[in-house]
């Protein structure tokens, strides 16, 4: 039996509705030896009951001897800081992982303020504070990169989209700007996976499936579709996220800016800075490791729109330029845009053979996901400096079956044949 012991210590915060469970299964799997002697997951959900989508296999994660839960909430320092007290006999932890933010493109600023920003902060200041070995905040895409030939590397000054994006962004900076922190920002692409029903990849699968199911073709607005969309399996982000936890380990903060450090350009109101507590003077360059985590597959809008519709049965289409034309005009009215495919939808999960009661995924795309977005990053250099091998380098129909299997078998997705 492996000495614990000898093993590092990790607390996970925020993450359980997007990929923090796909970090708990690399770290302690259902099979095999955790990578960890003690691994703590804190976020705002209960799991029993489960007040959001967690899949079948987490669970059985949880009743793992090396996992305890807790639920907290995050926005309350003191809540915070009781959750880096570590179990009685075990030492301080040495890696925490930060999935917090606020994901939902709908939510005012103030929400954005309050449960990206300044949870981060809470917990980042905590961390720095404590001295943990490694803080690996997970950056999410929420960007629109330049449409360059080139894939774009961690130099590239990428504008954050959108109020949602400008805070996950002003985030970064902000943890940039705390000294002693040890920390390491990966910036993925869109995630998918097993168990994964948050983000384009997921929505765009289960709207394909229904013009499968109808036989007509899925058409978009945005012809011709080859501007990049780059993708990442979870598996990959769980990967990469400890990859960079033992790399950041035994350098420290100073040595990893040395070889990995990027200036985090000001994207926000320059007025915003004296509203809003902790933030960094819009003329400060702070720096901090970044890296990019995408796959090698070059996806664009077009390749994913065609693997994943190919996968059901049917095409990947565009509208003509009248059709085009009407449907931009209407952009705003996204609920008339999201009836068919909504109609669609909730026919297979009522005629599935067993019925399909509750569901966590959802054939209506809200304006953000109508919405042409730009995803392109190069992932360069993290293979060069950390080492890192993908395990899941490309997203086709192999991927799409997973996933679709992994929700059939837990009765998340309609049963046709």
């Given at each position: ?83 880096f007290e570590p179990p009685e006999g075990q030492a ?326």
């Open positions: 039996m492996a000495d614990n012991t000898k093993k590092p210590s990790a607390v996970i915060f925020g993450g359980l509705n997007t990929f923090s469970r796909a970090l708990a299964a690399k770290l302690v799997p259902v099979d095999g030896e955790a990578l960890v002697s003690h691994l703590r997951i804190v976020d705002k959900f209960s799991v029993d009951p489960p007040t959001t989508y967690i899949g079948t296999e987490f669970p059985k994660i949880l009743k793992k001897p090396e996992v305890e839960y807790r639920q907290a909430n995050l926005t309350v320092a003191a809540k915070v800081a009781a959750n301080a932890y040495d890696y925490v992982f930060d999935f917090t933010g606020e994901v939902r493109h709908d939510r005012t600023e103030m929400i954005q303020i309050t449960t990206t920003f300044r949870v981060a902060q809470i917990i980042g200041l905590e961390a720095a504070k404590r001295n943990v070995k490694a803080y690996i905040r997970l950056q999410q895409p929420f960007y629109e990169t330049p449409n360059n030939k080139v894939p774009n590397d961690e130099k590239v000054d990428v504008k954050p989209a959108g109020t949602l994006g400008i805070w996950w962004h002003e985030t970064i900076r902000m943890l940039a700007a705390i000294e002693n922190l040890n920390l390491v920002i990966l910036r993925v692409g869109l995630a998918y996976g097993p168990y994964t029903n948050f983000g384009l990849i997921a929505s765009v699968m289960t709207v394909a499936s229904v013009y499968g199911y109808l036989k007509k073709p899925m058409k978009s607005l945005w012809s011709p579709g080859k501007h990049p969309n780059n993708t990442v399996h979870v598996e990959d982000i769980a990967g990469a996220l400890w990859a960079c936890a033992e790399w950041m380990g035994p350098l420290g903060r100073t040595a990893a800016n040395s070889v990995a450090g990027e200036v985090i350009p000001f994207h926000n109101e320059k007025s915003k800075v004296k509203e809003v507590e902790g933030m960094t003077p819009y003329d400060d360059k702070p720096i901090a490791p970044l890296f990019n985590l995408v796959d090698d597959s070059d996806s664009t809008y077009l390749h994913i729109g065609q693997t994943v519709t190919s996968f059901f049965g049917t095409t990947f289409e565009f509208f003509n330029l009248v059709e085009s034309t009407m449907y931009k005009v209407m952009s705003d009215q996204v609920d008339d845009i999201n009836e068919h495919h909504v109609g669609g939808w909730t026919q297979m999960i009522q005629t599935s053979n067993p019925p399909i009661p509750n569901t966590p995924l959802s054939a209506y795309m809200d304006k953000y996901t109508l919405d042409k977005h730009v995803i392109s990053f190069s992932n360069k250099k993290f293979k060069d400096i950390v080492g890192y091998q993908l395990t899941r380098p490309q997203i086709n129909h192999d991927m799409v079956a997973e996933m679709v299997e992994k929700w059939k078998s837990e009765g998340s997705w309609p049963i046709l044949d």
